[in-house]
């Protein structure tokens, strides 16, 4: 079965979400800033997920995490929890 690792930054608006994204693209860690901005739990994590499979996470969150480039920020990506950046850190399968 396929399985990915993620991590993710939940913010409320699509603007601080793209805003976030602009600031880890030129440079910033991606940990560092979830800690900071993220409104999830994980956040605490640096944003970390942990491995799940297809089917685990609402369905947006999973047409990106199983079907775009593992590595790369991601995002915004809108669900009922509010706007996310995602990085796929490891995809098999």
Known sequence: M????ARHILVNTKKECEELKVRIEKG???AAVAK???Q???GQ???ALGEFS???MVEAFDNVVFSAEVGKVHGPVQTEF???LIQITSRNG
């Open 40 to 42: 999830c739990p994980s």
């Open 82 to 84: 509010g706007y996310h």
């Open 54 to 56: 297809p089917g685990q």
């Open 2 to 5: 396929v399985k990915a690792s």
């Open 45 to 47: 994590d640096g944003g």
């Open 36 to 38: 900071k901005y993220s």
């Open 28 to 30: 910033e860690d991606f």
